[in-house]
């Protein structure tokens, strides 16, 4: 399955890609390929009606992946996207939305806490994290721990299945 991700910043694209490596070789995936990644800022602008409309048909599914910054926001944000995806869009598109942000797939990997801070926020308290450094971090995942208790991440494994 050849796939295409929008995600929100410069960093979450090749992040995922690296993601999609480690879940192949941990055979959690199949033949996956990511054939390309756009970042797109802010959340919601006309130009992700022109990147759904561009990468309608060259690909089997688009994976849109965006921050919540909190639970709350979820519904609100996917509705916002959704206001985007063209409806003569042809290539299937998934909206996967973390309840905060994406490094919080790293802080339950690591068993880390946010409760007062951002899951970024606690990385760059505990590791010296910088948003550059995101790609690397995904073969620290434990994909165990975020299959139990993590739901952006089970949306973002079920996403990859034909």
């Known amino acids: 399955m050849n796939i295409k991700i929008i995600s929100e910043d410069d960093y979450g694209g090749a ?3 690296n993601v ?3 879940l192949k070789n941990e055979k959690l995936v199949g033949n996956i390929s990511v054939k390309g990644s756009k970042p797109m800022r802010p959340l919601c602008n006309f130009k992700l009606d022109r ?11 688009i994976i849109i992946m965006l921050d919540s910054d909190g639970p709350e926001n979820l519904e609100p944000r996917r509705v916002n996207v959704m206001r985007h995806k063209p409806d003569d869009l042809e290539t299937p598109v998934e909206i996967i939305l973390t309840d905060y942000e994406i490094e919080e797939w ?7 806490k946010w409760k007062n801070s951002k899951p970024s926020d606690e ?4 590791y010296g994290y910088t948003k550059s450094s995101l790609p690397k971090y995904a073969v620290e995942l434990d994909f165990d721990k975020l299959q139990r208790n993590c739901k952006s991440f089970m949306a973002f ?3 990859l299945t034909p």
């Open 20 to 22: 999609i490596l480690q």
């Open 123 to 126: 990385l760059k308290n505990q």
């Open 106 to 112: 790293i802080c339950i990997s690591k068993n880390l």
């Open 157 to 159: 494994l079920y996403a």
């Open 15 to 17: 992040f995922l890609k």
């Open 51 to 61: 990147i759904l409309k561009s990468f309608d048909g060259s690909c089997d599914k």
